[in-house]
């Protein structure tokens, strides 16, 4: 199969139950009309899905993982961003 | 286990006509699983086989429920030869190539989602419950069947030459759907049945269409084959059935 002529596409469903779509998988396919019956068929077999999304994997950019140290380490000294971080006073109950 | 011997009524005949196309169609289809081009057409095409399965198994019930003898789906599955088998002759033919799959399963589909459009107003209220479900099934189906045929069709100079073989194979098949016998009369006068005259203009504009797109010259008119729905069949089902069959009749009631 000529990877030109059947690309991949990244599939995303949202579930009955959820409110956003999710990355389930990915489908090679000739055209986008195409990746959105192979999806179908492929990943909503067993009455998961309400809706599909597929984009080209070709048009997404991902992250270095040789990067994971500038990008990612820096937010573990923030403990302050989690709301853990802060003691609620008594008087406010329970939130 | 010996052939059962069926008493067709009419009803009884019509039913098992439209069962056994589906149930033949879907044999056909699930012989591609582990054999299609992709892995994403493999599951395609044995889903569509599934809801086939599925019609014909509501089918076969309804025709059991008509005929009173306490006999079951599997029974009209496995325990018919060939001559007792009503199915269209397009949907016994092997499956062939690619192509050949893609421009049956839209001939087929063309005619029988307007059909089952129209059956779900059958006088027989089991029929139309039925219609409602094949109804959604066959839309996807000659969705699916429709958007390949287009890419085959003003694809390659392979996809388009396999495929223009595929519609002067298959063309000659297509008569049958609009036959109407004895049988066929009694259903329709009877609102069991829409008659296939007055789907003609939804089939062709739907092939009309795809043609079109696909740039593929139209079929001309032909002869057409005609005799499965009296159990004239091709040389093919017989050997489809021994292959259908041979477990339930090697091992009666044999379980999972």
């Known amino acids: ?95 | 286990m010996t052939t059962i011997r069926v008493e067709e009524t009419p009803h009884l005949a019509y039913v098992l006509r439209l069962a056994d196309s589906a149930l033949v169609l879907s044999h056909r289809l699930s012989e591609w699983c582990g054999h299609a081009p992709m892995l994403e057409e493999d599951l395609a095409l044995t889903n569509i086989a599934l809801d086939l399965l599925g019609q014909a198994r509501l089918l076969y019930e309804h025709a059991a429920t008509l005929e009173g003898k306490g006999r079951s789906e599997d029974d009209f599955a496995y325990l018919r030869d060939a001559p007792q088998f009503r199915n269209l002759l397009i949907c016994e033919l092997p499956r062939g190539d690619f192509a050949f799959t893609i421009v049956r399963q839209t001939f087929f589909s063309a005619f029988f989602h307007p059909f089952w459009q129209l059956a779900r107003s059958s006088t027989d209220r089991t029929l139309a419950g039925i219609a409602e479900k094949a109804e959604k099934e066959v839309a996807y189906h000659l969705r699916h069947a429709g958007a390949w045929l287009v890419r085959l069709g003003d694809g390659t100079e392979e996809s388009r030459r396999r495929t223009l073989e595929a519609v002067d194979a298959l063309w000659p098949y297509t008569g049958e759907f609009f036959e109407v016998d004895e049988v066929g009369e009694t259903m329709i006068e009877a609102g069991i049945a829409p008659d296939p005259a007055s789907l003609r203009p939804s089939f062709e504009d739907t092939l009309e269409r795809l043609f079109a797109e696909a740039d593929l010259p139209r079929p001309a008119l032909t002869w057409m084959q005609t005799g499965g729905l009296r159990g004239v069949h091709t040389e093919h089902l017989g050997h489809m059935l021994a292959v259908m069959q041979h477990l339930p009749r090697a091992y009666p009631g044999a379980l999972w």
């Open chain 1, 1 to 95: 199969m000529a990877e030109a002529k059947m690309p991949l596409w990244e599939v995303f469903i949202r579930s009955r139950t959820g409110l956003a779509h999710r990355h389930v998988g990915s489908v090679h396919a000739p055209d986008a009309e195409m990746a959105l019956q192979a999806a179908r068929d492929t990943y909503t077999r067993r009455g998961e899905g309400l809706s599909i999304w597929v984009v080209p994997s070709a048009a997404i950019t991902a992250s270095d993982p040789a990067d994971k140290g500038p990008l990612f380490e820096p937010t573990a000294s923030k403990i302050y961003r989690h709301p853990s971080f802060y003691e609620i006073p008594e008087e406010v109950g329970h939130m």
